[in-house]
């Protein structure tokens, strides 16, 4: 990444604008006129790298945070604290959610994001829940291309 994609990132988290700021970190790098990297173009006209470490560097998505949501019981509050969220903050996001367990669950989630900025990949989000021996069919999900 470069200094001016660098600048544009942090001035778009500072406005809270987290979504845009993620695709700008996603962009490949270019050196010159050759891409570092294979590219592939998807259908929307994206450029991105053709390898494995392609999922393993991007950010989780809010729709993939929304599925977990959906797929996180009640020992929300354990993941929230093992994922590095304190228990002020976890205190606060039930009181802003009182009786809706999934945006509670999705709040703490994207909290997570937000404080692990470009370590808030899939592939280390996997890692945290697997330590914590979450069901594999409720987590691999986010391992796959695409999602």
């Known amino acids: 990444m470069n200094d001016a994609q660098e600048i544009v990132m942090k001035a778009l988290r500072k406005i809270d604008k987290d979504d845009l700021a993620d695709m700008l970190a996603n962009i490949p790098k270019a050196s010159g006129v050759e891409r570092l990297q294979s590219t592939q173009t998807t259908a929307s006209g994206v450029e991105r790298p053709q390898s494995t470490q392609a999922t393993d560097s991007k950010i989780v998505t809010e729709k993939q945070l929304m599925q977990l949501a959906n797929k996180i019981g009640k020992a929300w509050r354990r993941i929230g604290i093992s994922l590095g969220i304190s228990g002020h903050k976890l205190e606060q996001i039930e009181e802003n959610h009182p009786r809706d367990h999934v945006d509670r669950v999705y709040e703490m989630l994207y ?15 996997h890692a945290k829940l697997a330590e914590l021996d979450l069901e594999d069919d409720d987590i691999d999900f986010l391992l796959e291309e695409g999602v």
């Open 111 to 125: 909290l997570w994001r937000k404080q692990q900025r470009r370590n808030a990949t899939a592939a280390h989000l």
